[in-house]
């Protein structure tokens, strides 16, 4: 078994809620978005994001408009819809279950 492969399948399951979370506050473009991942230490690269920002906008959880931009081409910042918000709710609800059971069974003597 591959602990790499693992470890990588660990993070995807969470990547959706990450980027939920990190435009619960603002809107971001996907370099912000990548950043604030990145400083979270939780690496992604710009091959994976693209394809889930389009799923999450096509399933009407993200909106997004164009901004121009002084340093190079117009850039797309990304925010939450109200069925995202309520989405990242539920999330968040289920994160701190799931969080809870998976801290008691690992924390177990």
């Given at each position: 078994?591959?602990?790499?492969?693992?470890?990588?399948?660990?993070?995807?399951?969470?990547?959706?809620f990450?980027i939920?979370?990190?435009l619960?506050?603002?809107?971001?473009?996907t370099s912000?978005?990548?950043d604030?991942?990145?400083?979270?230490?939780?690496?992604?690269?710009?091959g994976?994001?693209?394809?889930?920002?389009t799923?999450?906008?096509?399933?009407g959880?993200?909106?997004?408009?164009?901004?121009?931009?002084?340093?190079?081409?117009?850039?797309?910042?990304?925010?939450?819809?109200?069925?995202?918000?309520?989405?990242?709710?539920?999330?968040?609800g289920?994160?701190?279950?799931?969080?809870?059971?998976?801290?008691?069974?690992?924390?177990?003597?």
């Open positions: 078994m591959n602990i790499e492969n693992t470890k990588a399948q660990m993070r995807k399951g969470v990547l959706e990450c939920l979370s990190v619960k506050e603002k809107e971001a473009y912000e978005i990548l604030t991942l990145k400083n979270a230490k939780l690496l992604v690269v710009e994976t994001i693209y394809p889930l920002l799923r999450l906008k096509n399933d959880l993200l909106n997004y408009r164009w901004e121009e931009s002084t340093s190079g081409p117009p850039r797309k910042y990304y925010g939450l819809t109200e069925i995202g918000k309520n989405f990242l709710n539920e999330l968040n289920t994160w701190t279950e799931l969080s809870d059971a998976v801290n008691l069974i690992t924390n177990q003597k």
